[in-house]
């Protein structure tokens, strides 16, 4: 009788959830069989979410979730990359990078020299690769040429691959590609002149009369070098990164995002995001991460991922930064 009494509990409370999760995130679905099919995923996301925090409070994990506008998607809607492939990183792309002769700081965050433009959203588009390059050029610019610039993601989701469709999975070699286009191309468009329409892929419509930027090339990090990454954010300039999320990842919201076995899956380098800082939190290590999910992400469309911990989730295996 107390078992059954639990369990109608529990699902009064999980329907209150759904309820006030639409009303909050404004959710509109099509018809009852989407919005059936939207109310199980929730569902099981939740349950998620519940496990990961007791945890969290547990004082076993160090970061803590919650539902946000996501909590409705499957992790092949967010993340989208192919299982078959693997990321040659014996294949060196790019340039060397400067050798590092003035002093690298304990902590910074490029937010506060007012060099990193507002977060977006990429929505449904699997164009978070564009996202993150832009994400790293502007403040290279910034920093560099003393300019404050609004880039066209736009332009490359267009134009650096005429196959790129929204819906496709993510190609690792994609952050390269884009680094190269710009370089090739002798430039990317303002924004302002190329604006961003997100979900949707367009002719290439690049004019050379209204670049807002170029670049003399690009460099990597050594595979790994958390250390070297951290030379080159905090005396070059925020780097762009291509990670391994996962359901948990998607509803961050505060902490330092750890994961033990998060390179174990077949699914490894799904993401692509920028690193505009590092730092500590009550004693860990954390890289700030810069989303393209909008305000509704994390922490104002921010991440703190785990620093110095055996380059959790790839985040310094396929790191590049432009040279300006």
């Known amino acids: 009788m107390k078992l059954c ?123 978070c690769w564009a996202f993150a390059v832009v994400g790293a050029i502007e403040p290279h610019v910034a920093i560099h040429e003393q300019r404050n610039v609004s880039l066209s993601e736009q332009n490359l989701i267009d134009c650096v691959d005429s196959n790129f469709a929204c819906d496709d999975y993510l190609d690792r070699e994609i952050v390269d590609k884009t680094y190269q286009y710009i370089i090739n191309n002798n430039g990317i468009d303002t924004l302002e002149s190329y604006p961003n329409i997100y979900y949707s892929v367009g002719s290439c419509n690049f004019s050379a009369e209204n670049v807002g930027a170029r670049i003399l090339g690009y460099a990597n990090v050594t595979e790994g070098d958390e250390e070297e990454l951290k030379s080159v954010v905090g005396t070059l300039g925020p780097v762009t990164v291509v990670i391994t999320t996962d359901m948990a990842w998607s509803v961050y919201q505060d902490g330092v995002y750890y994961k033990e076995n998060c390179m174990n899956t077949t699914e490894i380098f799904n993401h692509a995001a920028v690193i505009v800082g590092y730092g500590n939190d009550n004693g860990e290590d954390y890289w700030l991460v810069k989303n393209s999910w909008g305000f509704w992400f994390g922490d104002g469309g921010y991440i703190k991922m785990a620093r110095n911990r055996e380059n959790n989730c790839g985040i310094a295996s396929i790191a590049r930064y432009p040279l300006i």
């Open 5 to 127: 009494l639990l369990i109608f509990v529990q699902t009064v409370f999980a329907v209150e959830e759904w309820n006030s999760f639409k009303v909050t995130y404004h959710k509109v679905y099509q018809n009852p069989d989407e919005e059936n099919f939207r109310q199980n995923v929730f569902l099981e996301n939740l349950k998620l979410i519940k496990a990961q925090n007791e945890k969290y409070e547990q004082g076993l994990s160090s970061f803590s979730v919650g539902v946000n506008r996501f909590t409705d998607l499957s992790k092949q809607e967010l993340f989208s990359s192919k299982p078959s492939a693997h990321f040659d990183s014996s294949v060196k792309i790019g340039s060397s990078g400067p050798s590092f002769t003035q002093d690298v700081p304990d902590s910074i965050d490029w937010r506060d020299f007012g060099v990193i433009s507002r977060v977006y959203d990429q929505l449904l588009c699997q164009s």
